[in-house]
């Protein structure tokens, strides 16, 4: 079956850093576009970074551009995120999204917490 699996949050200090995994599994992994979506206490769920199924292009929210880096590895099936210079506003549950065409699948999260 389909599973997305992210890991390597945790809790860091302000200006630390993080990198996140997410390991795909039971699907074309090459085929689909990845993401990192993002949800804060009382939020809405926002787009974080996406890379396409290459790897050639990457987009990025305003509020990260500059410190989070989003990569791939189509051999080992997994996307990455490494994020930099974190900030108290990054704290939330980071998830993994695959997407093409009109299939979209989801991880269950994993908790990023940026202490001040």
């Known amino acids: 079956q389909v599973q997305l699996v992210e890991s390597g949050g945790g809790l860091v200090q302000s200006g630390g850093s993080l990198r996140l995994s997410c390991a795909a599994s039971?699907?074309?992994?090459?085929?689909?576009?990845m993401s990192w979506y993002r949800q804060a206490p009382g939020k809405d769920r926002e787009l974080v970074a996406t890379?396409?199924?290459?790897?050639?292009?990457?987009n990025y929210a305003d509020s990260v551009k500059g410190r989070f880096t989003i990569s791939r590895d189509n051999a080992k099936n997994t996307v990455y995120l490494q994020m930099n210079s974190l900030k108290p506003e990054d704290t939330a549950v980071y998830y993994c999204?695959?997407?093409?065409?009109?299939?979209?699948?989801w991880g269950q999260g994993t908790q990023v917490t940026v202490s001040s």
């Open positions: 999204n695959a997407a093409w065409s009109l299939t979209s699948y």
């Open positions: 039971g699907f074309t992994f090459s085929k689909y576009a």
């Open positions: 890379i396409s199924t290459t790897g050639r292009r990457t």
